[in-house]
């Protein structure tokens, strides 16, 4: 233990600093990875969830192809197979676009499964108040949803934040690569490796103790008024919560004509 520390004391101001610039990196491209996948995966979601046969094969194609072959096969097609038809793309900018493509892939059944946690009574009451199918899915079924959503996302994003280490196999300065260059340097694999484990540690613990709170079943569910019947609530966004349990969409078109959109319940 007394040489760990004095190797350390003798060289963690050479190490750090660097490090934490490529931590930065690293927080960058974990940043830009996941918000493509939160947009491409809400796409994909609804095409998969389409009346039109053709969108729904598309998606379900997609979805498979992407988790059925590696991400770091994934970065290479990018950045080296799209090099050879002539797009050439940065090693930052190919990584980000194959993480968020990787990310869309499982954040599409994250999505799918989230709107389909909520009743479709739900979403027949706000049509039948005179909403479009996609202020429906905007302001009702989607904020509902998105409790469901929010845990499996959090935990997907802090996978990206580790996947993103696969990037260093073409080159990009995030924290891996740099660790990399500085065993080269100084031939310390451990204590080098062991430091960038503690910082990819420092990064995902917040998101993990994020993970944690959002289990919490509080975060939605049934309340009881008093004197009164049990209500289907939400938490999140300008929507009605309408009806009451066991009523059906008829129930619930009627007690949601009660309150004007725009107001929680």
Same mark, same amino acid.
């Given at each position: ?15 750090? =600093?660097?490090?934490?610039?490529? $931590?930065?990196?690293?927080? *960058? ?18 095409? !998969?969830?389409? %009346? ?44 980000? $676009? ?10 599409? *059944? ?5 709107? *389909?946690?909520? %009743? !479709?009574?739900?979403?027949? $009451? ?19 949803? @998105? ?14 934040? !580790? ?9 990009? =300065? ?12 100084? @031939? ?33 569910? /049934?309340? /009881? /008024? =008093? ?22 969409? *008829?129930? /619930? ?7 004007? =959109?725009?107001?929680?319940?």
């Amino acid at each position: 233990m007394g040489a760990v520390l004095a190797v350390y004391g003798e060289y963690l101001g050479r190490w750090l =600093p660097p490090l934490v610039r490529a $931590a930065v990196v690293t927080l *960058e491209l974990a940043a830009l990875s996941i918000a493509v996948g939160l947009i491409l995966g809400l796409v994909v979601a609804l095409m !998969k969830m389409s %009346h039109l046969a053709a969108l729904r094969r598309a998606a379900g194609a997609y979805i498979e192809v992407i988790r059925g072959t590696p991400a770091l096969t994934q970065i290479y097609i990018v950045y080296f197979g799209l090099a050879g038809i002539g797009i050439r793309l940065d090693n930052f900018t190919a990584a980000v $676009a194959a993480l968020g493509i990787n990310t869309a892939a499982y954040m599409a *059944e994250i999505y799918r499964a989230g709107i *389909e946690s909520v %009743h !479709k009574g739900q979403r027949e $009451a706000a049509l039948s108040l005179g909403m479009t199918p996609a202020r429906a899915m905007r302001y009702v079924v989607l904020p509902q949803a @998105w409790s469901v959503v929010l845990p499996p996302g959090t935990n997907l994003a802090i996978a990206i934040l !580790k996947d993103t280490s696969l990037a260093s196999a073409i080159a990009t =300065p995030e924290l891996m690569s740099r660790a990399y260059d500085l065993v080269g340097q100084s @031939w310390r694999p451990m204590d080098i490796y062991v430091l960038a484990a503690l910082i990819y540690a420092a990064m995902c613990l917040p998101l993990g103790l994020l993970v944690r709170r959002l289990e919490r079943p509080a975060r939605r569910g /049934e309340v /009881e /008024e =008093p004197g009164g019947p049990r209500r289907r609530i939400g938490l999140r966004g300008p929507w009605v919560a309408v009806g009451t349990k066991g009523d059906g969409a *008829e129930g /619930e078109a009627g007690a949601g004509a009660e309150t004007a =959109p725009g107001r929680m319940t």
